[in-house]
């Protein structure tokens, strides 16, 4: 008798259900680190000369629980990232020959449409953030303070206007992302929770990219 040979059955994680769960929770997480990024950096906007922000700085910098953070932090967006490119690889896989964009503009929302072109700007966004100053900071040892550092760059118009424009992107892909994070863990459960969880999704995909955008314009509109 022959045996028939089973393939072995993929681990959750790598299943599509597991894949969005992974990107949900990874999501969420990123969200919550805006938050608080957004409230230390509107210490910039305080009239003290950057102190308050120099030394919310210096304890991100030398606190070992949040060097810990960091890597979870770091963790969590390469996980994002990885999911988004292999669903993006995913659906190019499944329709070589593309399909009808009339079709996909009346089924999905212009934030959903987006989530490609935000999730690129906010990749570019990311790394010339992190080199002008996380690398700038701990690793090349400048001799401005972190406070000098934002200053100088967000007097710059052409870095104020690539910071502003990554916040409108940044709004884009939280006003899909917030919501269909919560609908992926399976959170929506009737119209009463959807309708909260669509306006508290609006809400933060509206306040929290405004609140960034905020800080450059600021320091810019006072260089005149």
Not at 44 to 61: C, I, K, P, W
Not at 101 to 116: D, P, Q, W
Not at 208 to 220: E, M, R
């Amino acid at each position: 008798m022959s045996s028939v040979q089973t393939l072995p059955r993929p681990s959750w994680l790598h299943t599509a259900v597991g894949r969005k769960v992974v990107m949900a929770l990874t999501g969420l997480f990123l969200m919550s680190f805006l938050v608080v990024h957004l409230a230390g950096n509107l210490l910039l906007l305080r009239n003290d000369g950057g102190a308050a922000f120099n030394a919310y700085a210096e304890f991100m910098s030398t606190n070992p629980f949040i060097r810990v953070l960091e890597i979870l932090l770091f963790a969590g967006f390469v996980l994002h990232i990885y999911q988004g490119l292999y669903f993006i690889w995913r659906e190019k896989k499944s329709r070589p020959i593309g399909y009808a964009r009339n079709a996909a503009h009346a089924n999905t929302t212009l934030f959903a449409r987006s989530m490609r072109i935000s999730a690129l700007v906010i990749l570019l966004f990311l790394v010339v953030h992190l080199r002008h100053f996380f690398v700038e900071h701990r690793f090349l040892g400048s001799s401005l303070t972190m406070y000098d550092s934002c200053k100088l760059a967000f007097e710059n118009p052409y870095y104020t206007l690539f910071y502003v424009a990554s916040s409108v992107l940044l709004a884009f892909h939280l006003a899909h992302g917030f919501y269909s994070s919560f609908q992926t863990l399976g959170l929506v459960m009737n119209h009463r929770i959807e309708r909260l969880v669509k306006v508290a999704g609006a809400a933060f995909a509206f306040l929290v990219p405004l609140g960034f955008a905020v800080i450059p314009l600021y320091f810019w509109i006072r260089t005149f």
